[in-house]
């Protein structure tokens, strides 16, 4: 409820507004019995009832108008609710830790920012207004019944009430069976996410109906909840219906006898029991408020949670100072495991010395990817330090490191929309002639001019109209854009050609003049030139040295270097 008023907080004018309008619209309702038993008193005196009618026909009116705006600005409203609902779940979920984007899965999280929110729209608008409005008309109408005939009223609200005890048993299962279905459509989105985002392997391997099952399984659990809220909801609107008969009748049954006993007239009773119709809207409205309020409970959870999921928020502080000429890159005794996992990197130090090239090399799952991403500060190290030019990455926010950096993945994501559109991604204000630049280096300027639409032509969802050396090439040609002070290649070249990886090593050379250039490559063909070259096996440093200090020193680099036919077994 406080998640709800929070949202609510912002528009508590016109939701007050709103309120008002529909107590008007309840008050001139509630005013047209009084009026309807004018009407029939005048008629028993054998008067006119003209003037009386008039006024029933004012409030009918006036009642429906006031309906009308009060639909309108509430609805209004709840599309504000739920437009503030997402943007502040958008602006979290984009900013989302790297170890929290590793352990949940996208389809979920986008169900929360489209259904979840849908269902906190109407808690936060129509559910408060409703209970609010339909507390205040029922009371309203009980005082004047109380006014018409106290008995009567007491007969009334004991009905009521026992049904309503009843209700209090049923409405909290609805927020319950409504929090497992919107966790079910989150598997939906899930499955899907999982199933689209690898169409082609699931085509390949024949996987249609295995995935089919696992999205069929998500829907049919949503189903379920979903029959089970609406079970529990039909059964409040029974209730509520069977409330108003059940009260009609007892009044009738006690008024009557009231009446043949001469204690009330006709016209009190007839009133009384015009009451007793007229609570079947406010009371509605009431159960309604509290069913969608539920529905909403039900899905605030699941929005909550984002809000306490981890965010990446930049520390505000100055950050250390060089102490004189530093090295670009510097690992110092750098520890760090995934979650649940032995050490990835355990004790990890070298240096990669401003200006030329630096390799990792080593075996599969050493631990090249993760350094990398530890120096983006992706994840932090349990212990040691990572420094920048000489300063301690920990003590720059997130953003100031990765404007020093640029990072080419090692499946080179390429973004849905146009080459331009990649390239400037990495630098929006970037002049045509870097892009020419950067393109020329890339030796993608070849592409583009063999394409009728050149820069503007689309690439596909995740780049699939390029081939996988093009996507390289255009991340790596997006990475040079950025000009940084470190450039991140991770496998950048193997999925080059022979004669384009010749290019790309020459594009790389002359990047290196302009920063340093930090390398991992499985093919030691392109790193024989590096400056310096980091073995790494196990989570640790194993040797450090040029191509040829290494092959002569290190036998694991020895046999890497033989496996790919680069020197003969004995290191000739
Ligand atoms: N997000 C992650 N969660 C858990 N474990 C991970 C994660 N990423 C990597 N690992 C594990 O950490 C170890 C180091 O992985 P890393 O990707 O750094 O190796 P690598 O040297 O880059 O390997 P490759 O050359 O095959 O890319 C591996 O054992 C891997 O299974």
């Not at 080593?362 to 990398?372: E, Q, V």
């Not at 040079?480 to 020459?506: G, K, M």
Request: proline share 4%; net charge neutral; charged share 20%.
């Amino acid at each position: 409820m406080r998640v709800l008023f929070r949202y609510a907080r912002p528009h508590r004018l016109v939701l007050a507004a709103s309120l008002l309008l529909v107590l008007a619209a309840s008050v001139a309702g509630l005013i047209q019995p009084l009026v309807a038993q004018r009407v029939l008193e005048a008629l028993a005196d054998g008067g006119g009832a003209a003037g009386p009618i008039a006024w029933l026909a004012v409030l009918v009116v006036v009642g429906a108008g006031l309906t009308g705006l009060q639909s309108w600005w509430q609805q209004r409203t709840a599309e504000r609710v739920v437009r503030q609902v997402r943007r502040d779940l958008v602006f979290r979920l984009v900013r989302l830790r790297v170890p929290e984007l590793d352990r949940r899965a996208p389809g979920d999280l986008i169900a929360r920012v489209t259904s979840d929110s849908t269902l906190l729209q109407n808690a936060a608008t129509d559910g408060l207004v409703n209970v609010a409005n339909g507390t205040l008309s029922v009371t309203g109408a009980l005082v004047l019944m109380g006014a018409v005939h106290a008995g009567l009223l007491a007969v009334t609200l004991a009905v009521l009430l026992s049904v309503a005890a009843v209700m209090m048993l049923v409405l909290p299962r609805i927020r319950l069976a409504v929090a497992r279905g919107q966790e079910s459509v989150g598997a939906v989105g899930a499955a899907l996410d999982r199933t689209l985002g690898a169409a082609r392997t699931v085509k390949a391997n024949g996987a249609e109906r295995r995935e089919t099952a696992v999205a069929e399984d998500a829907i049919d659990g949503a189903y379920r909840a979903g029959l089970t809220g609406a079970r529990y909801a039909a059964w409040v609107r029974v209730l509520s219906g069977v409330s108003i008969q059940a009260a009609f009748l007892a009044v009738l049954g006690v008024g009557g006898a009231l009446v043949a006993a001469g204690d009330l007239t006709t016209p009190a009773l007839i009133a009384f029991l015009l009451y007793v119709f007229y609570l079947a809207s406010p009371i509605g409205s009431l159960v309604a408020g509290l069913s969608t309020l539920q529905l909403g409970l039900g899905a605030v959870g699941r929005i909550e949670e984002v809000g306490r999921m981890p965010v990446e928020e930049d520390v505000d502080r100055a950050p250390e100072r060089a102490a004189g000429p530093a090295p670009a890159v510097e690992f110092d005794d750098v520890w760090f495991s995934y979650p649940d996992r032995a050490p990835a990197l355990g004790g990890v130090s070298f240096t990669a010395p401003a200006g030329g090239q630096t390799a990792l090399v080593g075996l599969s799952g050493a631990g090249k990817t993760t350094t990398f991403a530890l120096l983006q500060r992706f994840y932090e190290p349990a212990a040691g330090r990572i420094r920048i030019g000489g300063v301690d990455i920990a003590t720059l926010d997130r953003a100031q490191v990765r404007r020093r950096i640029a990072y080419v993945e090692q499946d080179s994501p390429v973004m849905a929309g146009t080459l331009e559109e990649n390239l400037r991604y990495a630098q929006p204000d970037a002049s045509a002639e870097d892009i020419a630049e950067a393109l020329r280096l890339t030796r993608l300027d070849e592409l583009v001019a063999r394409l009728p639409e050149g820069l503007r032509t689309p690439v596909g969802t995740r780049g699939v109209a390029l081939s996988g050396g093009e996507r390289q090439r255009l991340a790596i040609a997006r990475a040079l854009l950025r000009r940084p002070e470190v450039l991140l290649l991770d496998e950048a070249t193997a999925q080059l050609d022979a004669r384009n990886e010749q290019a790309l090593r020459e594009a790389v050379d002359s990047v290196s003049r302009r920063c340093t250039v930090v390398l991992i490559a499985h093919r030691l063909s392109t790193v024989t030139e590096a400056d310096r070259i980091v073995v790494l096996e196990h989570g640790r440093v194993r040797a450090v040295g040029s191509h040829r200090e290494l092959v002569a020193s290190d036998v694991l680099y020895r046999e890497l270097a033989a496996s790919q036919l680069l020197v003969g077994e004995e290191g000739a």
